[in-house]
């Protein structure tokens, strides 16, 4: 009986690895989009794993191996909110960085998706501490460090008075837009009306 020589040995295939290592970002991206659009069509209460990964071209593994429920998922969306802030206005006076920043933060707050999605997110922070508390977050840091930086250059330019409580400006900054474009959900702004507010605001913080 005539034996034949040992073939050679192929070395072992590389596995690739699983889990968070293969986390494809394009994929990722798409779910955190669908699940914006998924909010706005269906509200928190009936929004699901299964909807955010269809909207989203994908199966719900993709989903789950990202987060492990949709408070999960919504909690880090919101959360994410907070850190990307907004652009800080630059335009060399308190009045002109003041419309800027209402300018850019109108067309956020009015955009479709957003204007569905604040006010249903807000009604299930009434009801959930852990949407409530990331809520907070995301709509108070995501304004604080550009009304920060405006006061603060307003204050190395004279204009406003060293020391002024930042908070409080926070509050006359961002809080009459927000009533009107979110709370009351206006239709549409009156024509001039954020100049106006712009205005307004400076004088008041000057009266701070």
């Known amino acids: 009986m005539t034996t034949k020589p040992d073939e050679p040995q192929q070395p072992p295939r590389r596995r690739a690895p699983a889990g968070a290592a293969v986390l494809r970002e394009d994929v990722t991206q798409a779910i955190r989009a669908a699940v914006f659009e998924e909010l ?18 994908v199966g719900k593994t993709a989903v789950y191996r990202r987060w492990r429920s949709k408070l999960h998922l919504v909690l880090d969306i919101v959360s994410a909110l907070a850190v990307q802030g907004l652009p800080a206005p ?10 800027l920043l209402y300018e850019v933060t109108s067309r956020a707050l009015r ?3 957003a204007s569905q999605v604040i006010p249903d997110l807000q009604a299930e922070a009434a009801r ?10 995301a709509l108070r840091e995501g ?24 908070d409080l400006a926070l509050d006359l900054i961002s809080g009459p837009l927000y009533w009107r474009s979110v709370v009351i959900r206006s239709s549409k702004l009156p024509k001039g009306y954020l100049g106006a507010l712009a205005r307004a605001t400076s004088q008041g913080l000057k009266a701070l």
């Open 40 to 57: 706005a069509a269906v509200g928190y209460a009936r929004m699901s794993i299964e909807g955010i990964a269809r909207r989203a071209g």
């Open 90 to 99: 630059d335009t060399g006076s308190l009045e002109g960085d003041l419309r």
């Open 111 to 113: 955009h479709p998706v």
């Open 128 to 137: 959930n501490p852990d949407i409530a508390e990331a809520l907070q977050k």
């Open 143 to 166: 304004q604080d460090g550009v009304a920060t930086g405006i006061v603060t250059a307003a204050e190395r330019r004279g204009e406003l008075r060293e020391g002024i409580d930042h």
